[in-house]
């Protein structure tokens, strides 16, 4: 199993993959870790990864152009655009690490360690250009109910939770069948439901964000955004939280 982790903080991982199951699954060559600084893939000397959300609104939004081209130097191919999508390698996924993805559990930690190669996105400041999540990404992972400063502490908790998945990672194979939130562990139907991240609501996903380039590789920013009417922004946003809630979180509208 090979993991890619994309980020701008390449030091942060430093500590984490050289400790406990991890180090020991790496030394015996179960997994290959690979940490891509994301700033390489820039353009100009700033070395810039961000820029303001078209329609307005706080904090900045990760570009789309390095993330793409970042992961398709991983992979050593062209991931497509609005014309043709490129299939991905066999047993590959592009995981993105997002406020807005669907949350993790175990079940997905066990479909992701019947997988070749996991490269994984962390995302930060307020987002990520939403052609990334969609055109981009196989999946988009969310860790729970919570907003965190960016995707890095994610990815460390699935690149551990499926690494010790592998055979040959544990001392004790039978410990990865016996403990919380295996096959036959019973579920919690105790815990409380925590407020969600949205707009206006407790329980929506955040709405899609964007920024510059207003087309890239023909996918276009919503005209929406680019008109300057405001109150059609605002409804603009709240439908499009809706549906991306509906699409992966629908057990937030039973709550």
């Keep these: 199993m090979r993991?890619?982790?994309?980020?701008?903080?390449?030091?942060?991982?430093?500590?984490?993959?050289?400790?406990?199951?991890?180090?020991?699954?790496?030394?015996?060559?179960?997994?290959?870790l690979n940490v891509q600084d994301l700033r390489v893939f820039t353009k100009d000397r700033r070395r810039t990864v961000d820029d303001r959300p078209f329609g307005g609104g706080?904090?900045?939004v990760l570009k789309p152009e390095p993330l793409f081209e970042a992961v398709?130097?991983?992979?050593?191919?062209?991931?497509?655009?609005?014309t043709q999508r490129?299939?991905?390698?066999?047993?590959?996924?592009?995981?993105?690490?997002?406020?807005?993805?669907?949350?993790?559990?175990?079940?997905?930690?066990?479909?992701f360690a019947k997988l070749q190669r996991i490269i994984l996105i962390c995302g930060r400041y307020e987002g990520v250009d939403e052609r990334v999540a969609e055109h981009l990404a196989t999946d988009?992972?969310?860790?729970?109910?919570?907003?965190?400063?960016?995707?890095?502490?994610?990815?460390m908790?699935?690149?551990?939770?499926?690494?010790?998945?592998?055979?040959?990672?544990?001392?004790?194979?039978?410990?990865?069948?016996?403990e919380s939130f295996s096959v036959n562990s019973p579920k919690d139907e105790t815990a409380e439901p925590s407020p969600m991240r949205g707009t206006g609501s407790p329980t929506l996903l955040d709405f899609p964000h964007y920024t510059r380039p207003a087309e890239y590789r023909g996918w276009k920013v919503p005209d929406v955004l680019i008109g300057g009417n405001h109150a059609e922004v605002t409804a603009w946003r709240r439908e499009e939280a809706l549906e991306k809630t509906r699409r992966n979180r629908p057990d937030l509208f039973t709550r």
């Design 3 to 32: 993991f890619d982790l994309v980020t701008i903080f390449p030091d942060f991982f430093a500590g984490p993959l050289d400790h406990g199951i991890l180090r020991r699954a790496r030394e015996t060559g179960i997994v290959e």
């Design 58 to 60: 706080e904090g900045m």
């Design 157 to 178: 908790v699935i690149v551990d939770a499926v690494t010790r998945l592998l055979p040959g990672s544990l001392g004790n194979e039978a410990s990865s069948q016996n």
């Design 86 to 111: 490129q299939e991905l390698p066999a047993g590959t996924a592009i995981v993105l690490l997002s406020a807005s993805g669907k949350r993790f559990d175990q079940e997905t930690a066990r479909r």
């Design 140 to 155: 988009e992972i969310s860790m729970g109910d919570f907003v965190l400063s960016g995707g890095e502490l994610p990815a």
């Design 72 to 82: 398709e130097h991983l992979l050593g191919s062209p991931v497509g655009d609005a």
